[in-house]
């Protein structure tokens, strides 16, 4: 991109040795503000535009593949939380059913309501996170202050779900550990209703904004071409104009009862991404509207004794329970051999779990495709010859998360 | 596009390179020669399967499977109609290479390196072979199945009732 300035830039320069007497370097990061997580930038600048950019990742891998070759199933939602922690429920809940598919289980039609429910605020939670610090990036720090209420109100909502609210281990595999509170039902029904006031007054502060635009527009665009080339998935493809999203080209979790629309953008740039994930906030407000209404009666997780835990009053008294507990937790389940991916649209794309068994109690191979790890390479082109301003903000709109780039 | 159908062109295309197939789950699996990988693929993007989207890359280790004990593991996808294939392709560990297709998809740069990174294969032709996630001076690669979790040196616990 922009090929054409930078070699205005350098034509100014008579000689090579000259253009490094002229130029310096920069380190953006590890540890930075703007980068919201442990990414250094190697910048070459040329006062303050950006020649070249190298990036260094990996500050915190934690080895997920390989200790998930050591772990029972279950055991496994525990990592998957820990690498998109902005919008920790579909990564389990991808999971899950990424084991449900190699068992080959069926969950009840209310298991996929009340999922499509947990993972839509989940990305509500982290379109508002990431489209927050758009805002701050660009110097606008109240509309930060703003979502972050509504965030508050959905981690409340995971609290009456699972007990957590970050690294959230929710739900089972086949279904979810508890059904839905009381105090859950108060909570969604006051998010439903008085979600979509509070957000608008978060739209009118940016998404008109004649500075905010000015600032975002034409700010680290690609083309589709490039971003189809480079892996893209999810907001970031979508802000390009690819309408690419995994909940309707392979819907699962009964995604396909549903009415939806694919916002997408043209041009790619930071003010599309924003703009495509206000959208998608919309629509996924009006998902979670139609799967609440329409919440189907019915038990709360499948019948897998294999795999899911008894009651704990039934293995006390019961004994096929009290078997099934514990073959669950020594890890003695019968696992079929198989290999499957799965994939489902995390925050930021297609979120693909590749699990191959051999029979064991835990996988013999387990490859986490990251939306993260893959678009984060196309960083230095979309930055090349842009001021070091436009990269920050570029990196706050592809939502990057360390978490989940690193794993 | 039908599982036959694609896998029927391949086979046209490339009656030698095609080791074996499966369909575990739906999701059509092609082990490929090694050396006709490059060329398979390219055949998917550009042919008329316009299987051109290039969802991951992965390695795996089978000790166990002499000459073959190491592979890599491509997953493709055309967008259009939800079509995806998965290609393997197995290699001796005492030889890991295998050619790049860092020249037909750009995204596939990081995740070679990761899979370099993790089991040392040897993508022939790639721009910047380097280790990504783990630490540079780690010396092994850390994905083989020979390299335990944990160091080996450890007494402090006693895993022979839950091991693996």
Known sequence: MKDNELSNILSQYDSKEQIDGQLYTLNLGPTHPATHGIFQNILTMDGERILHSEQTVGYIHRAFEKISERRNFAQITTLTD??????????????????????GCEVPKRVDYMRIIMMELARIADHLVCNGVIGVDTGALTGFTYVFQDRERIYE???????????????????????????????????????????????????????????????????AERALSYSFTGPNLRAAGVDYDVRVAQPYSSYDDFDFIIPIGTAGDTYDRFMVRQQEILESYKLIKNAYENLPEGAFHADVPDFYL?????????????????????????????????????????????????????????????????????????????????????????????????? | MTNEFVLEAIQREFS?????????????????????????????????????FL??????????????????????????????????????????????????????????????????????????????????????????KEYRLEDGTRTDKDDKMFGR
């Open chain 1, 310 to 407: 008894p009651e704990k009053a039934d293995v006390y008294t019961k004994m096929e329970a009290l078997i099934y507990h514990f073959k669950i937790v020594m890890g003695e389940t019968e696992i079929p051999k198989g290999e499957v991916y799965h994939c489902v649209e995390g925050g930021n794309g297609e979120l693909g779990f590749y699990l191959v068994s051999d029979g064991g109690r835990s996988p013999y191979r387990l490859h986490f495709r990251r939306p993260c790890f893959i678009y984060y390479q196309a960083f230095p082109e979309m930055i090349q010859g842009s001021m070091i301003s436009d990269a920050v903000v570029t990196m706050s709109s592809m939502n990057v998360i360390a978490g989940e780039l690193d794993a």
């Open chain 2, 16 to 52: 030698d390179s095609v080791i074996s197939h499966s369909e575990p789950y739906g999701f059509l699996t092609l082990e490929i020669k090694k050396e006709d990988i490059k060329k398979i693929i390219h055949y998917l993007k550009d042919s008329s399967l316009e299987i051109n």
């Open chain 1, 82 to 103: 820990r690498m998109n922690y902005c919008s920790a429920p579909i990564n389990n809940i991808g999971w899950h059913m990424t084991v449900e598919k190699l068992i």
């Open chain 1, 157 to 223: 909502m995971y609290e009456q779900i699972c007990g957590a609210r970050m690294t959230t281990n929710m739900g089972r595999i086949g279904g979810f550990e508890r059904d839905f509170t009381p105090k859950f039902h108060e909570l969604i029904k006051d998010f439903i209703k008085n979600f979509p006031k509070r957000f608008e007054e978060f739209c009118i502060l940016l998404e008109r904004n004649r500075i905010f635009m000015d600032r975002t527009i034409g700010a680290g665009p690609i083309s």
């Open chain 2, 55 to 144: 969802t991951d890359i992965c390695g795996i280790h089978f000790p166990e499977n002499k000459e073959k004990e190491v592979g890599v593991i491509y997953h493709l996808h055309n967008m259009m109609t939800n079509f995806r294939i998965r290609l393997k392709t197995f290699m001796p560990i005492e030889n890991t290479e295998v050619d790049t297709i860092t020249d037909l998809f750009a995204g596939a740069n990081w995740m070679e390196r990761e899979t370099y990174d993790f089991f040392g294969i040897n993508f022939k032709g790639h721009p910047d072979l380097r280790i990504i996630l783990n630490d540079p001076d780690l010396g092994y690669h850390p994905m083989l």
